[in-house]
T-cell receptor
Framework: GQSLEQPSEVTAVEGAIVQINCTYQTSGFYGLSWYQQHDGGAPTFLSY????GLEETGRFSSFLSRSDSYGYLLLQELQMKDSASYFCAAILTGGGNKLTFGTGTQLKVEL | DSGVTQTPKHLITATGQRVTLRCSPRSGDLSVYWYQQSLDQGLQFLIQ???????AKGNILERFSAQQFPDLHSELNLSSLELGDSALYFC????????????????FGEGSRLTVL
């Protein structure tokens, strides 16, 4: 089956850098996206990697290694408002844009 | 505001009942997706429609059904409800059908919180 594993919880201090990892086992993998969700609110899109390497979007960067079936989200200059759940999501090929979400990582930013 | 509208925001009902959740996608988006999120769980893909046709199916129970209408809004019907169906149900939309041009960006509504008592 399809699975994307993430650490359940990560804690960091304001101003620090944190990395949230995602390892996946999927068939028909096309790309990896990242979403942020605050307290049961609507998930919001952060970034996307179709190719290996690093994609940078402001304070957030995302990395993908297809050979290792691994990706990560890097958050820099952490702010309190970054406390949220972060999900990686694999885009799967073969009939429709199925976006399969990972288990999610709850990030707590402390003072 | 993502532009995706879901109603109702909250719904409380009893076991064995049937409910309908409604979703209006962003203007111009042809694809609609439904996801289920149980307490402290990830997002489980249920079903996708593109321009009125079913495009992909996930872990959707037989008691659940969905459709997309000509005006592109979608409804998710949940019947013979059980306690375990209590969850947040999200609708998302995109302008893409699927395939190599996808960027993985979906626009999510605020969700419908269903409580089954």
């Amino acid at each position: 089956g399809q699975s994307l594993e993430q650490p359940s919880e990560v804690t960091a201090v304001e101003g620090a850098i944190v990395q949230i990892n995602c390892t996946y086992q999927t068939s028909g993998f096309y790309g990896l996206s990242w979403y942020q969700q605050h307290d049961g609110g609507a998930p919001t899109f952060l970034s996307y990697n179709a190719l290996d390497g690093l994609e940078e979007t402001g304070r957030f960067s995302s990395f993908l290694s297809r050979s290792d079936s691994y990706g990560y989200l890097l958050l820099q200059e952490l702010q309190m408002k970054d406390s949220a759940s972060y999900f990686c999501a694999a885009i799967l090929t073969g009939g429709g844009n199925k976006l399969t979400f990972g288990t999610g990582t709850q990030l707590k930013v402390e003072l | 505001d993502s532009g995706v509208t879901q109603t109702p925001k909250h719904l409380i009902t009893a076991t064995g009942q049937r409910v309908t959740l409604r979703c209006s996608p962003r203007s111009g988006d042809l694809s609609v997706y439904w996801y289920q999120q149980s307490l402290d769980q990830g997002l489980q893909f249920l079903i996708q429609y593109y321009n009125g046709e079913e495009r992909a199916k996930g872990n959707i129970l037989e008691r659940f059904s969905a459709q997309q209408f000509p005006d592109l809004h979608s409804e998710l019907n949940l019947s013979s409800l059980e306690l375990g169906d209590s969850a947040l149900y999200f609708c998302a939309s995109s302008d893409q059908q699927g395939g190599s041009m996808d960027t993985g960006e979906l626009f999510f509504g605020e969700g419908s919180r269903l409580t089954v008592l």
